[in-house]
Structures are given as C-alpha cells and as structure tokens.
C-alpha cells in the first residue's frame, strides 16, 4: 500500500492526522537532522498500520516534507 504524508519536522508538538486512507498530515518534534524524522514518521505510521518497522520504508521525498512511503500489510 502506499501512503502519502506530508512531514512538518521540529514541531513543538506532535501530531497524526489522517485526512483519508492513504493521505496524511504529520507534525514530529525531531528535526530534519541525520535522518531523525524521517525514522520517527516510519515508527508513528507503523504504529498506526501495526506493522513492524521493517514493513515500512520510504520511497520518495527523503529530503523533502512531501513523502511517499510504502507500506507492507499482509
């Protein structure tokens, strides 16, 4: 399955929004540093699809706020 987020990184609170099944709004309090928030959004959508960390990994938008990640549900 495949997810777009858009990634608003440094928030001072965190914060999930689902705006439809594959299309999410997503404030993480890491910054875009050493990859910190991009690991954060992939444990917070793991979480949200209980999935392991391993089923989720991003496919576009690694240094961009405008990502599309893949999501392994079996």
Known sequence: MYIKAVVIA????ENFIEK???HF???VK????KNMANKRVIELLALHFK?????VRIINGHHHPHKLLAVDIE
């Open 25 to 27: 709004d997503i404030s």
């Open 51 to 55: 999935v392991p960390k391993g089923k």
């Open 10 to 13: 440094g928030a001072k609170k």
């Open 30 to 33: 890491e910054k875009a540093e």
């Open 20 to 22: 439809s099944k594959d």
